[in-house]
């Protein structure tokens, strides 16, 4: 009975990530230099995140651990790195 408690993160990732798209479309929308920041770090805590996640994973794997214990442990870095963002633009 993996597959729900996945969904279940997986539907929570997404909805907490439409939160810091609206907080950061936000911000870019008023523009200055605070918008050309975020944009700047925007990308670059996507590619680190990824990367991140593929080196976990692949470590993971490397020692045996599930498939469904990987995907729910790379959402769970996922919605980690979005509770950081919600809570650096709410300040």
């Known amino acids: 009975m993996f597959?729900?408690?996945l969904v279940l993160q997986s539907a929570l990732l997404a909805l907490e990530s439409q939160a810091v798209i609206e907080q950061r479309l936000t911000l870019l929308a008023r523009g200055g230099p605070g918008?050309?920041?975020e944009a700047v770090r925007m990308v670059?805590?996507?590619v680190a995140l990824a990367a991140h996640v593929w080196h976990?994973?692949?470590i993971s794997l490397a020692g045996g651990v599930s498939?469904?214990?990987l995907m729910?442990?790379?959402v769970s870095l996922y919605r980690e790195a979005v509770d950081d963002n919600?809570?650096?633009l709410t300040m």
Request: glycine share 10%; charged share 35%.
């Open 3 to 5: 597959f729900l408690p």
């Open 72 to 74: 729910l442990a790379a």
């Open 56 to 58: 976990q994973g692949a």
């Open 44 to 46: 670059g805590e996507k």
């Open 35 to 37: 918008a050309q920041d």
């Open 67 to 69: 498939p469904d214990s």
């Open 86 to 88: 919600r809570r650096r």
